[in-house]
Nanobody
Framework: QVQLVESGGGLVHPGGSLRLSCAAS????????MGWYRQAPGKQRELVAR???????DYADSVKGRFTISRENAKNTVYLQMNSLEPEDTAVYYC???????????????WGQGTQVTVSS
């Protein structure tokens, strides 16, 4: 049993900043790569950023230089610092974790409930 709980979404003006947080809890044996995805209206869900347990990071080209992903392994928490936000960043943002649960046999993807980010002037 694993839960990912997100927070930090909201409404901001273009150029503003938000920090999203995602805390994982439950029967976690290994919390591996964590990522942030987003889905805008009428669009497919896309990867925004991901980070390995050791701290290796990947970003979508559209957010490079503006967003920063980080994690605190001791807290089972991943963050997404979003700066210089643009209207095109408006979407529901989802936290994802690749997790091996206690007594589990396979790695599974778990998802948070999503948090709305709206960038509007």
């Amino acid at each position: 049993q694993v839960q990912l709980v997100e927070s930090g979404g909201g409404l901001v003006h273009p150029g503003g900043s938000l920090r999203l947080s995602c805390a994982a809890s439950g029967s976690i044996l290994i919390l591996s790569t964590m990522g942030w995805y987003r889905q805008a209206p009428g669009k497919q869900r896309e990867l925004v950023a991901r980070i390995s347990r050791g701290g290796s990071m990947d970003y979508a080209d559209s957010v490079k230089g503006r967003f920063t992903i980080s994690r605190e392994n001791a807290k089972n928490t991943v963050y997404l610092q979003m700066n210089s936000l643009e209207p095109e960043d408006t979407a529901v943002y989802y936290c994802n974790g690749n997790i091996l649960v206690r007594n589990g046999r396979t790695w599974d993807d778990y998802w948070g409930q999503g948090t709305q980010v709206t960038v509007s002037s």
